[in-house]
């Protein structure tokens, strides 16, 4: 049987599908070039992340790839020291020097996003995890701080991506990988009670929920249905989606199927006080009217 060729370069026999492209057939090549992080939970970026920390922890390029300097080390130790003692306003003083000064450093952005996140400034704390991670990406003091910036914002998707990244980029004796395991562990048990999934399964359903949710943002209500439906699907107990599907319905001058797949959310979380806020207006609607948008809200 002949083989497929590539849908990108159109050259090369197509061996791989891509999650970027619907699912075509690309090759190893084309797949090697667009690579980005959008890809993660693709096993081929998996192998390929897995690849390249190999190298580098086995070439020795750990401690030469990223070249420290002792000097700025400890003015930001000495910034956080400040930090210790409670004096985060001159804490920050000195960080916003050190930054004006090496934007470029990791350590300086590192320690931004420390000060940030004492202040719980998490946004903020995130963003400068991020970039020193962007600097040097084996960095797993960054990532683990930046997995506790993201707990306290309750932001559990972007959370366990975080984890997932810090158990491939770093050596399994690091402190911050092993915390990161127990982490890891302890979602794993509340996922698994909860929904009855792992945590591929149940990142997997995030992923369309969060599809699900850009569609409402547009008003795009009957295409948002799908996506909460495929959700639910995947994640029978997902409450948000039932929610949310209640409000699609609602929008659409759905009334009975809305009350019932609100219901369906409070059934699964009881404690779900916005669902009930949504119940009462959509109760207050006449069959076939439509509820308007403003006067709803979307369960996260």
């Keep these: 049987m002949k083989k497929e060729k590539c849908v990108?370069?159109?050259?090369?026999?197509?061996?791989?599908?891509?999650?970027?492209?619907?699912?075509?057939?690309?090759?190893?090549?084309?797949?090697?070039s667009i690579r980005n992080q959008k890809c993660e939970g693709c096993i081929h970026y998996e192998c390929a992340e897995r690849?390249?920390?190999?190298?580098?922890?086995?070439?020795?390029?750990?401690?030469?790839?990223?070249?420290?300097?002792?000097?700025i080390e400890?003015?930001?130790?000495?910034?956080?020291?400040?930090?210790?003692?409670?004096?985060?306003?001159?804490?920050?003083?000195?960080?916003?020097?050190?930054?004006?000064m090496y934007p470029e450093n990791h350590i300086v952005q590192f320690g931004m996003g420390v000060v940030y996140a004492s202040k719980d400034m998490f946004d903020e704390a995130i963003s400068h995890f991020d970039r020193a991670i962007e600097i040097f990406p084996y960095y797993t003091q960054a990532y683990y701080n930046k997995v506790i910036a993201l707990q306290k914002k309750s932001d559990a998707v972007n959370c366990l991506k975080t984890l997932k990244k810090l158990l491939v980029v770093g050596e399994?004796?690091?402190?911050?990988?092993?915390?990161?395991?127990?982490i890891l562990y302890e979602y794993e048990k509340y996922i698994m009670k909860n929904y009855e999934v792992d945590i591929d399964t149940y990142l997997e359903c995030e992923k369309k929920f969060e599809e699900a949710?850009?569609?409402?943002?547009?008003?795009?209500?009957?295409?948002?249905?799908?996506?909460?439906?495929?959700?639910?699907?995947?994640?029978?107990?997902?409450?948000?989606?039932?929610?949310?599907?209640?409000?699609?319905?609602?929008?659409?001058?759905?009334?009975?199927?809305?009350?019932s797949a609100i219901d369906k959310a409070?059934?699964?979380?009881?404690?779900?006080?916005?669902?009930?806020?949504?119940?009462?207006a959509v109760e207050k609607l006449k069959e076939g009217e439509k509820l308007i948008p403003d006067k709803s809200k979307e369960i996260t």
């Excluded at 400040?82 to 000195?94: G, W």
Aim: hydrophobic content about 40%; proline content about 1%.
């Design 266 to 280: 409070l059934e699964i979380d009881p404690l779900y006080q916005v669902a009930y806020v949504n119940r009462r």
């Design 213 to 259: 949710f850009v569609c409402m943002e547009n008003f795009q209500w009957e295409k948002a249905i799908t996506y909460f439906q495929e959700c639910t699907a995947i994640l029978k107990k997902h409450a948000p989606s039932w929610g949310n599907m209640g409000l699609c319905y609602a929008h659409l001058g759905k009334k009975d199927l809305a009350l």
């Design 8 to 32: 990108l370069c159109n050259a090369v026999k197509a061996k791989r599908a891509c999650k970027e492209h619907d699912d075509a057939l690309i090759c190893s090549k084309c797949c090697a």
């Design 51 to 71: 690849y390249y920390v190999a190298r580098f922890h086995d070439s020795g390029k750990g401690k030469s790839l990223i070249k420290t300097d002792k000097e």
């Design 74 to 100: 400890k003015k930001v130790d000495d910034a956080l020291v400040l930090l210790e003692k409670n004096d985060i306003d001159a804490a920050k003083t000195r960080m916003d020097e050190l930054l004006d």
């Design 172 to 182: 399994e004796k690091d402190d911050f990988v092993m915390i990161g395991k127990n």
